[in-house]
């Protein structure tokens, strides 16, 4: 029987930031409006950290029982690694789709938008649909472009939507948008290039797989440059924007690392210093936004 400590392992906290950072800067977006709400704020946050969760159970289970997992350079899994029933996970990866979406409906009554219900539904299906089903489209690459949507532009926008319909059609919170976006998808693409050589030899064709090696690493030194920039754009309207800068000595340190060839176990701590920067970005440019 898995315990406690299992289930908090296959929930991989190392992902939740890209849950947090969207929120924040949405929510600071809302302040820089005048029009935040904290109950709205939270509740946001529950949904993409629910979401976030159910999307982290649904693969388990998904490359689980397709035997992607069965040899793996990262942390066991739960379904690949024999610590869970395959029917526990999927129902745990359910059950974090159902609070996520109990938490939307309440967000979205509050908000009066209800149109945002059928985005919420899109993103499930999405979460599913990323290595479940027949043909899963994380398998063919297009894993980047699921979290680029949803845990960039769908969470940031619609935390601040759901508290400021303003706030969320300024041109600097569709840049932060953009920013939690790409540095989501730079905590899945050095994800991915740990795994592309067991991932490569079971089929599952990830983004960083199509690349390879070099291009692939560079490809996620961009994905922590592009937000950088994009915060100092902000600056242009947002002064406070600038404190995306002190970021720039922990991007330089994971380029430096993931462009010296690291493998292994040694990106397994680039991918929670990718965390990091992700959560601290959201933190200080939702916090340049607001004042």
Known sequence: MPTLSDWIAG????????????????????VGAAAASVPRALLALGVAVALQIGVNYANDYSDGVRGTDDVRTGPARLTGGGIAAPEAVRGAAFAAFGVAGALGLVLVMLAGAWWLLAVGVLAVLAAWYYTGGRRPYGYLGLGEVFVFVFFGLVATLGTAYTQSPGAAQTWTVWAGAAGTGTLSCALLMINNVRDARTDAGVGKRTLAVRLGDRRARLAYVAMLVVPVLLGLACAAVRPWSLLVLLLVPWVVRLARVVLSGAVGRDLVAVLGGTGRVGLLYGLLLGAGLAL
Do not use: C, S
């Open 11 to 30: 929930a991989r906290l190392r992902t939740l930031p890209a849950a947090i950072a969207p929120v924040a800067v949405g929510t600071g977006a809302a």
